[in-house]
C-alpha cells in the first residue's frame, strides 16, 4: 500500500525500532541512504547497513538478518516484483519501499499489512483499480463478447500517428514533471538561504551553501580543461559529430568564435584567467546559439565551501559512480559503495576529488568507445531496432561490465548514432525487459535476471554470437563479454 504520511506511517513507527537497509548501488539510493542516516543519527535510531547489488544479494541479505530485524527499509530496490513471493517472509515482517524502478507490482500496490510503498501516488505509476484485477473470468469473456475489435471510422486514427502522439505526451510529461520537481527544491533552497541575508545570523564563509542557477551542460568543465570537457561532453561531442574531421574542424571553428586563446582552452579551468572566467558561461552559451547547440544552459544546483571548493550537482553524481564501480583496484563492491557514500560528506573532499579524477578516466573511456563504435559501424540495425557488441579485447571493456558505466555509454551511443543518421527521431521503451526474458525462454538460452533495473540483464558469452533474429523484436542491446557471461542493458 501507498504511504500517505511519511512521519506518522514510517518515520515514527520505525524510530524506536531496530531497522534493516538493503540498499541498491546507485546515485538515487545513496543520496537517499545519505538522508535517511542522518535523520537516524538525530533520533539515535539502530539500523543495519547493508548495500545490495541484486535480487540474489537482497535474498541472501533478508535471509540472514530477518530473525533479528522485523523492520526492512528497502532503497531503489523491491517494488517491481511480488516482494512476499520473492522473500518469502514471516507474517510479522514489514518493508517499507522507496524505489524508483517501475512499473510497481500491483500486488505490492494492494498488500495492506507488510508491504508499505513511499512513493508519490500522483506520479504516473498506471496502476490499475482493485476491481480491474481481480474481477471475475466472468465479466472478462463478456467484456470480450462486447467488443469487435473495430474503431469507429470517424474517430479512429492512424495506429503510427496515435502511437508519436502518446510518446509526445509521455515525454511532456516527464519534462513538466522534472520542471515541477526541480521548483520544489528551489524554494527550499531559497527558504533555507533566506538567513544569510540577515546580517546578525549570517553564515561563514566556509560553512555549505547551496545555490540555484543556470550552468553549462559540460561535464567537470569546472574540474578539468574546457577542452577537455567540451570533448567528452555528450551533448557537444554529437553535436559537433567529434568522431570525424568535419567534427574536429568545427570544433576548431567554434573556440575561435568564442574568441579565447587556446592556451586558456587547454589549461586546467581554475588556473584560467579571471577575467575570461567571468563571462564564460555568456561567450559559450552565444557562440553554442550559433552552432545549433540552443540546450548548452542547463538548470542546476551548486554547493559552495568558502572560496575554493565549488561543486555542481552532476560533479557530485559522476564523482560518486566512478566510486561506485571503480574497477582500477580489485576491491570488494561493499569497499567502493562505502567509498562512494562517504564522498557525499563534505568531511571528505579528498575523496570526492579521487571520485571526479576517476569520472574522467570514464568519459574519456567512453567518448573513445562511441567514437571506435560509430566510425567501424559496429552499430547494427535488426529490423526496427539497433545493437552493438563489444567484443573480448575491447579498450576498456573491463569498466563496462558495471551497470551504470554500461547504461551511460548506451545513452552516449544512441545519441551519437541518432546525430550520425537521417533517422532523427528514436525513442527509449521500457518492457523490453520483460521482452528480453522472453526471447531467452524461447531460445532455450542462459540467461541472468538479477539486476533491480529490467533493462539489465546477463547473458552466457556464447550466446552473443549467435542469430539475433529471436529479438528482432526485443530493444536494442550493448553487450560487452565478462568471462562465461555478458552484461547487457537494454535501452
Known amino acids: 500500500m501507498f504511504v500517505t504520511d511519511i512521519r506518522k506511517e514510517f518515520y515514527d513507527v520505525v524510530v524506536n525500532q531496530r531497522v534493516a537497509l538493503f540498499v541498491s548501488p546507485d546515485i538515487d539510493a545513496l543520496c537517499a541512504c545519505k538522508v535517511l542516516q542522518a535523520l537516524f543519527h538525530c533520533d539515535q535510531v539502530q539500523y543495519t547497513l547493508v548495500p545490495v547489488a541484486g535480487w540474489q544479494d537482497l535474498g541472501t541479505a533478508f535471509m540472514e538478518h530477518k530473525e533479528q530485524y522485523q523492520y526492512f527499509v528497502l532503497i531503489n530496490c523491491g517494488a517491481n516484483v511480488d516482494l512476499l513471493e520473492t522473500l518469502q517472509p514471516e507474517e510479522d515482517s514489514v518493508f517499507f519501499i522507496c524505489d524508483t524502478h517501475r512499473p510497481v507490482d500491483v500486488v505490492n500496490v494492494y498488500n495492506d499489512t507488510q508491504i508499505k510503498l513511499l512513493i508519490k501516488q500522483d506520479d504516473d505509476l498506471g496502476v490499475p483499480s482493485y476491481d480491474d484485477i481481480f474481477r471475475d473470468d466472468e465479466e472478462d469473456e463478456e467484456g470480450d463478447g462486447d467488443d469487435s475489435g473495430n474503431e469507429s471510422d470517424g474517430s479512429a486514427e492512424p495506429s ?37 541575508e540577515d546580517e546578525e545570523n549570517s553564515l561563514s564563509i566556509d560553512c555549505m551553501r547551496i545555490t540555484f542557477e543556470y550552468d553549462l551542460r559540460l561535464v567537470l568543465y569546472q574540474h578539468w580543461s574546457l577542452y577537455e570537457s567540451i570533448c567528452n561532453s555528450c551533448y557537444t ?63 542546476t544546483f551548486a554547493v559552495n565551501f568558502g572560496f575554493k571548493n565549488r561543486f555542481l550537482a552532476s560533479d557530485v553524481v559522476h564523482a560518486a559512480a566512478a566510486l561506485l564501480e571503480n574497477v582500477e583496484k580489485d576491491e570488494m563492491p561493499t569497499d567502493n559503495f562505502i567509498k562512494a557514500l562517504d564522498c557525499l560528506s563534505r568531511s571528505n573532499l579528498e575523496r570526492l576529488h579521487l571520485g571526479i579524477d576517476l569520472a574522467k578516466k570514464k568519459l574519456k573511456a567512453i567518448q573513445q568507445t562511441v567514437a571506435s563504435c560509430i566510425c567501424t559501424n559496429l552499430i547494427l540495425s535488426q529490423g526496427p531496432f539497433l545493437y552493438c557488441h563489444l567484443l573480448e579485447g575491447t579498450p576498456d571493456v573491463k569498466l563496462f561490465s558495471k551497470p551504470l558505466a554500461l547504461t551511460l555509454l548506451c545513452k552516449y551511443l544512441l545519441k551519437a548514432f541518432i546525430c550520425s543518421t537521417r533517422n532523427k527521431l528514436c525513442f527509449i521503451r521500457s518492457f523490453f525487459g520483460r521482452a528480453f526474458e522472453k526471447a531467452a525462454e524461447s531460445t532455450s538460452s542462459r540467461t541472468l535476471h538479477d539486476h533491480f533495473d529490467t533493462s539489465g540483464k546477463s547473458l552466457q558469452h556464447s550466446i552473443m554470437g549467435c542469430d539475433h533474429t529471436h529479438i528482432s523484436t526485443r530493444q536494442p542491446v550493448e553487450g560487452r563479454a565478462d568471462q562465461s557471461f555478458c552484461n547487457v542493458c537494454l535501452l
Not at 522534472?178 to 533566506?194: C, E, G, K, M, P
Not at 589549461?267 to 561567450?283: A, G, H, W
Open 237 to 299: 561531442s554529437c553535436s559537433f559529430k567529434l568522431w570525424s574531421i568535419n567534427g574536429q574542424k568545427k570544433l576548431q571553428e567554434f573556440l575561435a568564435d568564442m574568441g579565447l586563446p587556446l592556451k586558456q582552452v587547454r589549461q586546467k579551468f581554475n588556473s584560467m584567467d579571471m577575467s575570461i572566467k567571468e563571462n564564460l558561461r555568456e561567450v559559450i552559451e552565444e557562440s553554442a546559439n550559433k552552432f545549433s547547440m540552443k540546450d548548452i544552459r542547463v538548470q
Open 160 to 196: 503510427g500517428k496515435r502511437r508519436r502522439y502518446d510518446e509526445a505526451r509521455f515525454y511532456m510529461h516527464i519534462h513538466m514533471k522534472y520542471v515541477t520537481d526541480i521548483a520544489t527544491l528551489q524554494r527550499h533552497v531559497s527558504r533555507h538561504n533566506h538567513r544569510n
